[in-house]
């Protein structure tokens, strides 16, 4: 059963902390993602990666950075944590090839409160 | 870039049908897709449709995609309780396999 893991579900900072979310997949894919969801816009993309070390800019990247070291693992850092920040982040990876690199598999979410 | 909008909210009564609306921009999508979010957890793949189809049928789901008009619409029959969650349409054509989400649209199933 191929499975996309994040490491919290609930997380509560204050502002200014430096954050960092985990995201591990075991499916052997190439591409991973992150994204924010707020409740009215949807899910948003903030970075995603192609390959171990590769990143490119989403659609928000602000206030956002990333890292990927290995391919399983996908961290996303918020250097200095904002209350507009304050969102669930989902993390999904896929496969590079074919019809199903289009098909995502995503974590079950990080609910980030910043206070 | 992409767009793609749908309704924010549904309301359907248990056994009856629910269509769920979407419409996007991008012409070029090769394949659009279904996703269905239930309370607390992540997207989940539901179906999806390639671009040169009209529509597709799986079990209770029926995919409903008009080129012209660039619409899709998902419609599930006999709608139960457990079909209650947020489902989201999403339009890939980007390149690094990127997919565009739309708004998703809440379904709620009054028993």
């Known amino acids: 059963d191929v499975k996309v893991t994040q490491s919290s579900r609930y997380l509560v900072k204050r502002t200014g902390e430096k954050v960092f979310l985990e995201c591990v997949q075991d499916m052997d894919h190439e591409n991973m993602f992150w994204y924010r969801q707020d409740p009215g816009l949807g899910l948003r993309l903030i970075y995603f990666s192609y390959d171990v070390k590769m990143k490119e800019k989403g659609d928000i990247p602000e206030g956002y950075s990333v890292s990927r070291e290995k391919k399983e693992r996908f961290s996303l850092i918020l250097e200095s944590a904002s209350t507009n920040q304050t969102s669930m982040y989902l993390c999904?990876?896929?496969?590079?090839?074919?019809?199903?690199?289009?098909?995502?598999?995503f974590g079950p979410g990080t609910r980030l409160t910043v206070t | 870039g992409e767009d793609v909008e749908q309704s924010l909210f549904l309301s359907v009564r248990e056994g009856d049908s629910s269509v769920i609306n979407c419409t996007y921009t991008?012409?070029?999508?090769?394949?659009l897709y279904w996703y269905k979010q239930e309370p607390g957890a992540g997207l989940q793949l539901l179906t999806y449709i390639f671009s040169n189809m009209d529509m597709k049928q799986d079990q209770r789901l029926t995919v409903l995609l008009n080129k012209k008009d660039k619409h899709l619409s998902l419609r599930i029959a006999d709608t139960q309780t457990g079909d209650s969650a947020i489902y989201f349409c999403a339009g890939a054509s980007g390149g690094y396999q990127k997919v565009t989400f739309g708004t998703g649209t809440k379904l709620q199933v009054i028993p």
């Open positions: 991008d012409s070029s999508s090769t394949y």
């Open positions: 999904a990876s896929s496969p590079s090839a074919g019809r199903s690199s289009y098909e995502q598999y």
